[in-house]
Nanobody, 126 residues
Framework: QVQLVESGGGSVQAGGSLRLACVGS????????MGWFRQAPGKEREFVAA????????YYTDSVQGRFTIWKENGKNTVYLQMNSLKPEDTAVYYC???????????????????WGRGTQVTVSS
């Protein structure tokens, strides 16, 4: 049974920073590609960032490129998202995602994700 537990959400003023973490458990001995999606009130869940199982490749949606950084803890299924220069439009529930069984090089769509975390709230005030 795979579980993903997020932490690090909170409230911050525009221009501030937050770091999210997601710890994955289950399927010992396997290394997963992992990522983050977010869902704002009244909007669909959208892709934010992903990192491959080895940590060697990262992917970002255009709106966070240059402000957010994703990385995996070496040898672990733990992923972080450093969010800098936060904007009010970054306000959302952020969900951790694990890509385990799906097609290779598939990160940005729901169909790519095999497991989800429960989410952590990020609120950015102006």
């Amino acid at each position: 049974q795979v579980q993903l537990v997020e932490s690090g959400g909170g409230s911050v003023q525009a221009g501030g920073s937050l770091r999210l973490a997601c710890v994955g458990s289950g399927r010992p001995g396997s290394s997963w590609s992992m990522g983050w999606f977010r869902q704002a009130p009244g909007k669909e869940r959208e892709f934010v960032a992903a990192v491959t199982w080895s940590g060697s490749n990262t992917y970002y949606t255009d709106s966070v490129q240059g402000r957010f950084t994703i990385w995996k803890e070496n040898g672990k299924n733990t992923v972080y998202l450093q969010m800098n220069s936060l904007k009010p439009e970054d306000t959302a529930v952020y969900y951790c995602a694990a890509y385990i069984y799906g097609p290779a090089d598939c990160y940005t769509e729901f169909r790519c994700v095999d497991y989800w975390g429960r989410g952590t709230q990020v609120t950015v005030s102006s």
